[in-house]
């Protein structure tokens, strides 16, 4: 079986329907009680709180009150998460919550704009505190808030620690139960934010302060204190560690608790006093006073001859000093009493016994009113921050009782007296309260009241607090009465007055069985919630909560500026009564009765479910007992009077309509109609249900149970088509979330691409703008308007330049360079040169050097002179035109080693009759030698020839002038060859003659012998010719240069 309904909502949260929990009711019960089948039944409503106990579900419903269950263990259901979850959720909606409860409360303050109230009662360990501070934490995290606020908020939290310090004590019930009624208002503005708070506190137990029971504690302040304060703070507070040395701590004989750890409460508690706003000296006053009541504990007397003294200086040297009092009169005061008789001052001994009495009385009126100004100072800090937001409009106000339930104990005192009528005045608010908001409920909703059938404990009330004839008055009026006044005989006032009234009876008045459960000083009150007998002894003296008033003298005086305040110098001074205590709290409760009628309520029922404070431990005997005395089947029985469940139509229809064709799956008309349509075809009759005007309203849970079954079994097919439209909705959302995703893509790159190309084009424009400004200004001196056209200009020129450069020596190509680079261009083209011919030099041979200088020589002796020089030119010069072997070797033999360096054949003319004649003429290194076959013929030593002679036509004659001093040379040679270029130029190079050379223009004259001259004619003819012309000279006939 399916023990959770889950509903994931869209956060992923899950969700636990109530409605859904109806089918797992066998096994954790149902979530409201109205839905109880059996609700008259108590057992079937304590079985309901079992099993859910059992699977710690701790809260259920029963209309708008929650009980909830101590688990006495943490459940994980407190987090921040599970606020978060609680919030601004429907409250049938999600498993019952005290957030739930907290939520809906704060909505309803700010949708209706009413004032609400949250009651929470239960007894003593049932987790009233707990809840309330659950509810607390619950406004402080999730309202709204401003900056201002925060510290609000924390002194909202805050308060809590220190209240309980001084108002919460271990008892056998509870570890840390509270001592004192709470009610705290929180004031909130139109927008829901806290605004403010204030506290009052009702009836702290004073008599814990001076004596616990066994296995009790005194109240946690003061162990805190002693476990926490530092060493030196004892010190000064004359303080021992261990609380066993005071007797106020003594008498429950439970120093320690495991459960609390003092310690570090007593951090928490300072911490707590700072941020409500204490100042380091209030702080310093008030350990001052909690250490004075330890000292006051231990103060002991004698009695010596009636005489009643202090025993303990000490104590007496510390109070005056912890307190700032005369000691001396606080002896006095303790130890004496001063009576007003006839206007008459005296002063009367107290015995042993009466001053242990006044001490007492002094310790718990000091500690109650201290609590009482602390609750007054936490109250200002809570307070509005301005009157500009007391008097803004809308504001409204949660206020939040944390109060005593009903205690029925063995022996019940004046204290379980003013509890147990505090819980009947509220039990009448709450049925009253009940009552009503059902009766309006029907009558909004048009549906015919049916009256129910309730007890009205008015008439308990009445018998507590009547005027003149109520159990208070008569109590007031024993204690001022003159003469002997005892407990007794206010019991015996009692039985005179109230006797035969049908609520109350005493040992005396009752019949006999009644009377054996009752002792002789026992009144006994038939309270709503059941018969409690009441001790009446100490009635009087807890109504008359008497101080002397020399001991309130004393205090008055006090240099502690707490003490000074909690005891008025007016108050000694007045002379008139105060109100018994009794009266005090009666006054108190109307008071608060007034505050919760004004307000909407919420109740939060708390139970225990067992004493031994156990987890998982439910003992049906005690919670049946808290069952009654809460006065929970009262309620269920009035709730369900008419109609176990009611739900608006549209939560209804939005659960059910898949249960019939026409609702499902939009209903289009009007609600009602829709419900109608529902309910019809489910079968439902007309008794089982009524239409009101906004809400269905179910007779019986079974109904409902039905209907929700067959809701249950539809749940596949339901869960099938939620499926498939969510699967279809998730798919489509994915498409179309990539889809927008590709388009914010697209649109983002093309945005990019344009705009690239923009800026592109932006420049392009910008640059050829400044190219064709440049240009204009292009003869301008360099300037921005042409600098960028310039600068192109040159760069592309070097460019082009560096491309093009010429590859070799010959290559004279150079591109035309701007106007602005001539200079430059001139220079790199000669450097270019240079390094152009300094790389065919470095690349040149030897032999082609050799070559290169002969072409020099001959290009500067004959170029421009003589015709067939241009064809020479391209003809190579060679080493020899003679093989070795053409030389003959004796002419080699002969010059030894003038080596021969150069051969030629040539054609030599005699000098007389011009005879040809075939020679060689070789070259050797230091002369020009003629050679006919084997024989030398002639020796020309390179100085002694005076100069060469060709003439400057295409001829091959030359003439090797020789000196005419030296005897040994028979005349000039005249030859013909070949190669006269190459000849000419070997000689002249040899014989270092270069600059004897002589070209001639027309003939050339010649010495043939000693002192005889001959001449060579040259001229021009088709061929070439060499003859004996006129006068005996050589004519030579060139052919025509082409
Ligand atoms: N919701 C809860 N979760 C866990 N533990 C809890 C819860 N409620 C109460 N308790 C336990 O029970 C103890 C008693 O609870 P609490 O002090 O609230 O009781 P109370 O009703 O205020 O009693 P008293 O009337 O004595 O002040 C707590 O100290 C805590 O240990
Ligand atoms: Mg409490």
Known sequence: MRYQAREVDVAGRVRLVMEGSLTARDRVGVQDFVLLENFSSEAAFIENLRRRFTENLIYTYMGSVLVSVNPYKDLEIYSPQHMERYRGVSYYEISPHIYALSDNTYRAMKTSRRDQCILISGES???????????????????????????????????????????????????????????????????????????????????????????????????????????????????DRNPQKYLYLVKGNCPRVSSLNDKNSWKTVMKALSVIGFTEGEVQELVDIIASVLHLGNTQFGEEDGQTYVTTETEIRNLTQLLGVDGEALVEALTHKKLTAKGEEMISPLDLEQACAARDALAQATYGRIFTWLVEKINQSLTLQSDVDRSRDGSSVIGLLDIYGFEV???????????????????????????????????????????????????????????????????????????????????????????????????????????????????????????????????????????????????????????????????????????????????????????????????????????????????????????????????LRVRRAGFAYRRHFEAFLERYKPLCPET????????????????????????????????????????????????????????????????????????????????????????TKARRRARKRREAANLIRRLIKGFIHRHQEYSPDNDYFLDHVRSSFLKTLRRDLPRNVLDKSWPIPPPSLTEVSEYLRRLNMQNLVRKFCSNVLPE??????????????????????????????????????????????????????YGVAVTKYDRRGFKPRPRQLLLTSSAIVLVDKTKIKQRIDYNSLRGISVSRLTDGILILHVLSEDKKQKGDLVLLCDHVIEVVTKVAMMAGKVNQVNVSQGSIRFCAARGKDCVVDFTRGPEMKITRGKHGHLLVTARQAH
């Open 664 to 751: 499902w799956p939009v209903w289009e008309g009007e609600l009602a109609d829709g419900v109608s349509t529902l309910v019809q075809h489910l079968g439902y009759k007309p008794e089982e249900y009524k239409m009101g005007r906004s809400k269905i309203f179910i007779r019986m849970p079974k109904t409902l149970f039905a209907t929700e079954d067959a809701l249950e079994a539809k749940r596949p097919d339901i869960a099938l088509i939620l499926q498939t439209s969510w699967r279809g909705f998730r798919e489509r959302s994915k498409y179309q979330r990539i889809r927008r995703a590709v388009i914010v893509i697209q649109s983002a790159w093309r945005g």
């Open 125 to 239: 360990g049932a987790g009233k505190t707990e809840a309330s501070k659950k509810i607390l934490l619950y406004y402080a995290v999730s309202c709204p808030a401003h900056e201002r606020m925060t510290s609000l908020r924390d002194c909202l939290l805050q308060s809590t620690p220190i209240l309980e310090a001084f108002g919460n004590a271990k008892t056998l019930r509870n570890d840390n139960s509270s001592r004192f009624g709470k009610y705290m208002d929180i004031q909130f503005d139109f927008r829901g934010v806290p605004m403010g708070g204030h506290i009052l506190n009702y009836l702290l137990e004073k008599s814990r302060v001076v004596h616990q029971s066994h296995g009790e504690r005194n109240y946690h302040v003061f162990y805190q204190l002693l476990q926490g304060g530092t060493d030196e703070q004892l010190l000064q507070l004359h303080l």
């Open 848 to 901: 082609w050097r050799k070559q290169m200088d002969q072409k020099v020589v001959a290009s500067e002796i004959f170029r421009g002179q003589k015709d067939c020089y241009p064809v020479s030119v391209a003809t190579l010069f060679l080493g020899s035109r003679l093989e070795s072997e053409q030389v003959n070797l004796k002419v080699v033999q002969t010059l030894g080693s003038d080596k021969v360096q």
């Open 409 to 635: 104990f063995q022996h019940n005192s004046f204290e379980q007296f003013c509890i147990n009528y505090c819980n009947e005045k509220l039990q009448q608010l709450f049925i009253e309260l009940t009552l009503r908001s059902e009766q309006a409920e029907y009558e909004a909703e048009g549906i015919a009241w049916e009256a129910v059938q309730y007890f009205d404990n008015k008439v308990i009330c009445d018998l507590i607090e009547e005027k003149h004839k109520g159990i208070i008055s008569i109590l007031d009026e024993e204690c001022v009465r003159p003469g002997e006044t005892c407990d007794l005989s206010f019991l015996e006032k009692l039985e005179d007055t109230l006797g035969g009234h049908a609520h109350f009876t005493s040992h005396k008045l009752a019949n006999g069985k009644t009377r054996r459960v009752m002792s002789r000083e026992e009144f006994r009150l038939l309270h709503y919630a059941g018969d409690v007998n009441y001790n009446v002894s100490g009635f009087l003296d807890k109504n008359n909560d008497a101080l002397y008033r020399s001991l309130k003298e004393v205090m008055c005086q006090s240099t502690n500026q707490i003490v000074s305040q909690c005891f008025r110098r007016e108050e000694v001074i007045d002379q008139k009564r105060p109100e018994m205590a009794a009266t005090q709290f009666k006054n108190s409760v109307t008071k608060l009765m007034e505050t919760l009628m004004s307000k909407e309520p919420s109740y939060v029922r708390c139970i225990k479910p067992n004493e031994a404070k156990q987890p998982g431990r439910f003992d049906e005997v005690l919670v049946r007992h808290q069952v009654k005395y809460l006065g929970l089947m009262e309620h």
